[in-house]
């Protein structure tokens, strides 16, 4: 019976029990149990007295397909805003967690500053800071900002409050990278820098790149919050059409959307890791 | 470089980690092309005397100096130094999201500003002169220790160093394995490189050493030519030490 | 490697989960089963009166509470913003006090709880007979609450702030190039979509004060917002140095406020024979000739 613990090989788990009986028998009492499980627990919901109501209220079946479109074309806003604002903080963010890790007492300042940077950004309500830029950046009316749109302050609040989560993933890979590899690329003569980004920051991308993606999946979430400036992204058109209909359904249009959006992004990351792996690691595919 | 002859001095070299002091006073002298032995119980300071002397350890007190150069001096350019000594780790140390090419072509590119056509050409008639040609687009884990040592002696000698440190080298290998390791070093001798070389492959170092030294706790005992300190030694704690390396079987 | 049968084990599960979930979905909205009783109480005495809690008359708004539809401020201790509705100011409040001395009760059998938008068409059972909030009555909302008949019609106005080039505008056709803003769950909303139709897409805002936000700072350069509150926002200068740059003609039959009743309500009734009365002997026209600004603006067509 396999008792690693390693995550890859939960398939091959299932793979293990071929021709014993016991466990192909458990694997059909496991899914058996879950379906009659779950069928009870819809049964529950459906015969509730008030499932009419609430089936009517949130499941209509006409106004989702209605609002669908609509809310399908805006849900494009909320793929432009994340798919910018990530490239931002990719870059960012990586910044911040170099500065973070400077050595030595003459860097004190820039250490601190990065501290405090993530400090703020992580503790500050993502919300407060797209309303201070999105509401407060415009009224202090410095001409040379005058081109910057409600979408740019939102987008902008989401590099800022992102990338100090991100800085921290970066920085748990850098640290996480042992420090005989920092000592043998200094040893060939790499300058500090050239040791960062050749053979620190690699390593440490491809370590952390599940928590990323995990903060970028959180992101397409938070890309709703830009419409709080105004622009009418994925959720607030159904927030329209519900206004509208004063019925829920649509809601549920908009997290069809974003849960449809989650998946590839989750078997992108099981994508990149199982490649990592393979390729580096003894016991790969050879 | 005016050198007088001599590749590396360490004189008077002191090193702490706070309390504790591992160098207590080290005078070193290691000729052009001399191959320097050191032996020692773990925890005597070979390590610790290693990455002072490629800097990756500040010393307290003392100076060394590399082909003449004081290089513990505070304007040193660390980097430079590096480039001419080449260092080889216990645990390999290579860079494990690089294939071996890569790996080898590394410093030589970004360091020395080597084209890549040229770097790889380079690297290629390394590997190939150590029997590991056809690896080179490996990945360092998909290959034996004793392989894995073998590419990281490569990677040092791709900077064409005038001096190598090797840390003991083959301790972490299975037994099979070192032998590969250790006629790649006696070939690099024989070619005349410096080397400063922290061992405890006792025959071998016999075999190859133009002098060896024996270290207890962080003070040089007694150095010599092998079949002096391996033969005679001078000092009881010399004798004790390779007494039980000899009870060991190791001699 | 795996044997037959179970390499179909993930393509089942998810099909029968689909079945479940599909078995529980569908159907167009019917009338929902509603915690109140239909057919009764054809009478309108008070103490037949289908009410969340016997004896009181429990009225819903949102919180803040804003003008000319509520007034008063807000006395010590309130924990409404802008105005408290128990003050029996701002033309919803007294409308609503009209409506409950109608029905035979005292403004002391009068509570207020807060009800925001969101929550006023939420299924089962309300913590609240009516809602007051500026909620226009459309034929599919009326699908999924009760409505009772108009207690005010309005039209759309547009907000500017003084000298920018929109304030220009004398048509509809004019405005086709500015950026147009309005609060969510509006009929204003709706107006600038489908009657204006501005070449810019419109901005929403989640309430009145980050509307007046996108104009302060420029993120929009006009407000569509019913009339009376056009003339807050510029007589108050809720945003400073602002104006009505005119007003819209009523697509179809207008804007009309209700009252917002849980669907299948008999309440309604009731407060559809007081609003009659109001009407009747010009109490409605009275209260909004106090509380709701006569001014004129241009009308652009």
Not at chain 2, 20 to 49: P, W, Y
Request: proline share 6%.
């Amino acid at each position: 019976m396999t008792t690693d613990a390693d995550p890859g090989r939960g398939s091959r788990i299932l793979g293990d029990l071929k021709g014993s009986g016991g466990g192909q028998r458990s694997v059909w009492i496991a899914l058996a149990s879950t379906l009659v499980f779950a069928g009870i627990l819809v049964a529950l919901i459906v015969t509730s007295p008030g499932w009419p109501a609430v089936k009517a209220s949130f499941f209509n079946r006409k106004i989702f397909f209605d609002s669908l479109p609509e809310i399908a074309h805006a849900f494009l806003l909320n793929i432009r805003i994340f798919l910018t604002a990530e490239v931002f903080i990719l870059v960012f963010a990586l910044l911040i967690a170099v500065l973070r890790g400077l050595p030595g007492p003459v860097f004190f300042p820039i250490r601190g500053l990065a501290i405090a940077y993530t400090d703020f950004f992580r503790g500050v309500p993502t919300i407060l800071v797209v309303y201070i830029l999105g509401f407060g950046a415009p009224a202090l009316q410095l001409s040379w900002l005058e081109w910057a749109t409600p979408l740019f302050w939102g987008t902008l609040a989401l590099v800022l409050v992102y990338s100090a989560y991100v800085a921290e993933v970066y920085r748990a890979g850098i640290e996480s990278v042992h420090t005989s590899q920092e000592a043998a690329a200094r040893s060939l003569g790499l300058s500090r820098l050239k040791t960062l980004r050749y053979v620190i920051v690699p390593q440490a991308v491809r370590r952390v790149i599940p928590p990323l993606l995990n903060d970028f999946i959180g992101l397409t979430k938070d890309t709703a919050l830009v419409a709080f400036l105004g622009p009418v992204e994925a959720f607030r058109q159904s927030q329209i059409d519900v206004a509208a209909t004063f019925n829920y359904t649509p809601y549920m249009c908009a997290a069809l959307l974003f849960v449809l959006l989650t998946i590839p992004l989750a078997r992108l990351t099981d994508w990149l890791v199982a490649r990592e792996r393979k390729r580096q690691l003894a016991g790969g595919a050879r | 470089m005016s050198s007088n002859g001599r590749a590396l001095q360490l004189e008077a070299v002191r090193k702490s980690f706070g309390e504790h002091e591992v160098l207590k006073g080290v005078d070193l002298d290691v000729g052009e092309h001399e191959v320097f032995c050191l032996i020692g119980a773990s925890g005597s300071g070979k390590s610790t005397l290693l990455r002072c002397v490629n800097l990756l350890e500040p010393v307290n007190s003392g100076r060394i100096l590399l082909h003449g150069e004081e290089i513990t001096r505070r304007d040193v350019d660390v980097n430079r130094v590096r480039r001419g000594i080449g260092i080889v780790f216990q645990a390999y140390n290579l860079f494990p999201h690089m294939s071996v090419l890569r790996n080898v072509t590394l410093a030589p590119r970004k360091v020395l500003g080597k084209p890549g056509a040229e770097a790889n050409a380079e690297a290629i008639a390394l590997l190939e002169r150590f029997g590991l040609a056809d690896k080179r687009d490996e990945f360092p884990d998909r290959l034996s220790g004793g392989q894995q040592q073998r590419v990281a002696i490569v990677r040092a000698l791709a900077m064409q160093p005038d001096l190598m440190l090797l840390d003991e080298v083959t301790s972490a290998l299975d037994p099979e394995l070192v032998a590969e390791v250790l006629s790649v070093i006696r070939e690099l001798a024989e070619g005349g490189m410096t080397m400063l070389i922290a061992t405890h492959e006792m025959t071998f170092a016999r075999d190859i050493a133009n002098k060896v030294c024996f270290l207890d706790e962080g003070r040089i005992l007694e150095q010599g030519p092998p079949e002096k300190i391996f033969g005679d030694p001078e000092e009881p704690r010399t004798r004790q030490f390779l007494g039980r390396i000899v009870e060991a079987g190791r001699l | 490697m795996r044997p037959r049968p179970l390499r179909w084990l993930p393509v089942a599960t998810l099909v029968a989960l689909l079945a479940v979930v599909a078995a529980g979905c569908g159907g167009s909205s019917s009338s929902s089963a509603s915690s109140t009783s239909t057919a009764a109480a054809a009478s309108c005495v008070k103490s037949q009166l289908n009410l969340v809690k016997k004896g009181q008359l429990t009225l819903a708004t949102d919180n803040p509470a804003y003008p000319p539809w509520f007034g008063g401020g807000t006395p010590k201790g309130s924990t409404w913003k802008f105005n408290d509705p128990s003050t029996q100011k701002g033309y919803e409040s007294a409308v609503a006090y009209a409506i409950v001395k109608q029905l035979g009760f005292t403004p002391s059998q009068v509570k207020w709880v807060v009800a925001s938008f969101d929550q006023l068409f939420k299924p089962g059972p309300r913590n609240y007979d009516f809602d007051v909030n500026q909620v226009s009555v459309t034929p599919q909302r009326a699908k999924s609450v009760s409505f009772s008949n108009s207690y005010y019609n309005t039209n759309q106005a547009l907000v500017a702030i003084k000298g920018t080039p929109i304030t220009k505008a004398k048509t509809i056709a004019d405005l086709k190039p500015y950026k147009l803003g309005a609060q969510i769950g509006t009929t204003s909303y709706d107006y600038i979509v489908k009657h204006i139709k501005p070449d810019k897409q419109p901005a929403v805002y989640n309430n009145s004060n980050d509307v007046n936000s996108g104009l302060k700072t420029g993120g929009i350069d006009g407000i569509v917002v019913d009339l009376p509150t056009a003339f807050i926002i510029t007589g108050a200068e809720e945003v400073p140095n602002s104006v009505v740059v005119g007003r819209f003609p009523a697509l179809g039959s207008g804007d009309h406020f209700g009252a917002v009743f849980a669907k299948g309500n008999s309440l309604v009734k009731c407060v559809n024979q007081a609003l009659a009365t109001l009407k009747a002997n010009g109490t409605l026209t009275q209260l909004q000739n106090k509380w709701i600004s006569n001014a004129g603006a241009p009308v652009l067509k």
